[in-house]
Every structure is written in C-alpha cells, then in structure tokens.
C-alpha cells in the first residue's frame, strides 16, 4: 500500500497515545442522512456531499428510524457511505455505487456503513459537539439496541501503539475499502482536513 497524505497533515504528526483513530476508507458514495423525530412523525433525508437530496434511499429509511430511536426526540446527523452489495471490486465498484446513487430508481439493497453520529445543532456548529471515540462509541451502543443488515459502522481502532500503525499499513483488501483513513479524536468541525490522513491502496 502506498501512502498518499494530503498537503496538512503527515504521519509524523500522528501520535500513538490514543489521540487519533484508524479506518478502513470504504468504497462508497458520502452521504449524510438528516433525521427528524417528534412523538408522531419520523422523517430521514439523504443528502450528497454537496447537499444535494438523494431520492433512492428511502429503503434505508425504516433502519434509520430503528437505529436513532433511542436517541429520542429532535434532529440527528449520520455520516457515512452507501455501498452495494454486489460482485464488482475497485473502481468498476465504485462507478457501481455512483451511478445507483444518482439514478432515478429507489436502490433495492444499499448499505449504509456510518462513522458518525451527533445531534443538528453539533453538526451546524451551534454546540460542540462530543469528541470522536464517544461518538463513535455512541454508534456502537446504537446498533447495539437493533439488529440491521443494512446499517453498518466503519470498522476503526485506537492508535495507541506504533504496532497498530503498522498493522493497518499491511491491511489486506478483503473489505471494501479504497485504503485507510485517520481521524484525530476531536470534536466535530466543518473543516477537518487538518484532523484527517488518508492511506490509499495503489494498484
């Protein structure tokens, strides 16, 4: 695996004291689900990171509501990637995704894999939102409660050793992922370039 670091961060910068945390980058369309609870009404809209609505979705819809119940009343954010599950690999899969995403038909079995989660007003900046290992962890317990097979969490680990750096960097492509991302344990901000490392599998 070759790694391809954007023009902020570099791996020297990344501690392994537990500070930032390691994911698999997967093969996907980015998509941000915003859902809405009051006593009577669910709603969940997709949107694609340029905030255009996603209108193929809506099969995930009745997860979502299963997955955010315990969260209770108000408006929540997800985070994460729609995949397929289909029989293509690299980018014949992800010109897969792409163009299913964006068709006019509703996706019969899309897969959302989620590596966030926190209320509207942490995701517009209004309050600050918790760091990364409890929302994460908050995904966790989460899918805890339900049992989906099209509600997903990134796989992830603690860099709290230089042993699991090394590891990763060995990763095997048997998931669907394009390589490896590191996030810094922060709290939620709009800009996160600075808090973000990509490892990329080159052919």
């Given at each position: 695996?070759?790694?391809?670091?954007?023009?902020?961060?570099?791996i020297?910068?990344?501690?392994?004291?537990?500070?930032?945390f390691?994911?698999?980058?997967?093969?996907?369309?980015?998509?941000?689900?915003?859902?809405?609870?009051?006593?009577?009404?669910?709603?969940?809209?997709?949107?694609?990171?340029?905030?255009?609505?996603?209108?193929?979705?809506?099969?995930?819809?009745?997860?979502?509501?299963?997955l955010?119940?315990?969260?209770?009343?108000?408006?929540?954010?997800?985070?994460?990637?729609?995949?397929?599950?289909?029989?293509?690999?690299?980018?014949?899969l992800?010109?897969?995704?792409?163009?299913?995403?964006?068709?006019?038909?509703?996706?019969?079995?899309?897969?959302?894999?989620?590596?966030?989660?926190?209320?509207?007003?942490?995701?517009?900046?209004?309050?600050?939102?918790?760091?990364?290992?409890?929302?994460?962890?908050?995904?966790?317990?989460?899918l805890?409660?339900?049992?989906?097979?099209?509600?997903?969490?990134?796989?992830?680990?603690?860099?709290?050793?230089?042993?699991?750096?090394d590891?990763?960097?060995?990763?095997?492509?048997?998931?669907?992922?394009?390589?490896c991302?590191i996030?810094?344990n922060?709290?939620?901000?709009?800009?996160?370039r600075?808090?973000?490392?990509?490892?990329?599998?080159?052919k």
């Amino acid at each position: 695996m070759e790694k391809e670091f954007n023009e902020i961060t570099n791996i020297d910068d990344v501690k392994t004291d537990g500070s930032y945390f390691i994911m698999d980058e997967e093969y996907g369309v980015r998509c941000i689900c915003k859902t809405m609870r009051t006593d009577k009404l669910f709603t969940a809209a997709f949107y694609a990171e340029n905030g255009d609505l996603i209108n193929t979705l809506s099969n995930l819809e009745e997860s979502i509501d299963a997955l955010t119940k315990p969260l209770g009343c108000g408006r929540f954010i997800l985070d994460g990637v729609i995949q397929l599950d289909g029989e293509l690999e690299g980018e014949d899969l992800q010109e897969e995704i792409e163009n299913a995403v964006a068709g006019d038909e509703t996706i019969e079995n899309p897969i959302y894999v989620i590596f966030d989660v926190m209320s509207n007003a942490q995701f517009e900046m209004r309050e600050e939102s918790y760091n990364l290992e409890y929302r994460l962890g908050n995904l966790r317990n989460l899918l805890g409660f339900v049992k989906l097979n099209n509600i997903k969490i990134v796989n992830y680990t603690k860099i709290d050793s230089a042993e699991i750096l090394d590891d990763w960097s060995k990763h095997p492509d048997g998931c669907k992922c394009s390589g490896c991302l590191i996030r810094k344990n922060s709290v939620y901000k709009n800009n996160t370039r600075k808090d973000l490392l990509v490892f990329k599998h080159k052919k």
